[in-house]
């Protein structure tokens, strides 16, 4: 392994479905936890209208199940950018990096999902697995 082969590596597979699982909890998480109705109190109070709970709460939870699995994880995490970019500066009002209000961990979240974008699901995947999916949709 003298010249660069990293990317042929089980180890680059591993750490590459890591993420993508890593992303994928935490979404699930977060996105299970707006089906409470406390969440439609905390969309009014930024201006949001309640209805827009379930949409969200459903972006969330299933595009992090799509990530875990390996399924349409370029879509999911598209769909999970946009969220993430709308908590950045729309809730957050990107006041600042760290501290209250701070967007550090939404912007981790983002950065993790424009990878995952690039990168595709990988080899530890259902869409590598099934080999049938047309790579846009993978």
């Known amino acids: 392994m003298t010249d660069a082969q990293i990317k042929e590596s089980k180890l680059h597979d591993i750490t590459h479905f890591g993420i993508r699982a890593a992303i994928g909890v935490i979404f699930l998480v977060h996105g299970t936890g707006k089906f409470n109705p406390g969440f439609v109190g905390f969309l009014t109070n930024i201006g949001f209208p309640p209805e827009?709970?379930?949409?969200?709460?459903?972006?969330e939870s299933v595009s992090g199940i799509l990530l875990i699995i390996g399924v349409l994880t370029r879509i999911s995490s598209?769909?999970?950018?946009?969220?993430?970019?709308?908590?950045?500066?729309?809730?957050?009002?990107?006041?600042?990096?760290?501290?209250?209000?701070?967007?550090?961990?939404?912007?981790?979240?983002?950065?993790?999902?424009?990878?995952?974008?690039?990168?595709?699901?990988?080899k530890v995947s259902v869409s590598h697995i099934a080999k049938k999916i047309p790579r846009f949709l993978q």
């Open 78 to 122: 598209s769909i999970l950018s946009i969220v993430m970019l709308g908590a950045i500066f729309y809730v957050k009002q990107a006041a600042s990096l760290t501290g209250e209000r701070g967007y550090e961990i939404d912007l981790i979240l983002l950065a993790g999902c424009l990878v995952t974008i690039v990168a595709g699901p990988g």
């Open 52 to 59: 827009m709970q379930i949409p969200i709460a459903l972006a």
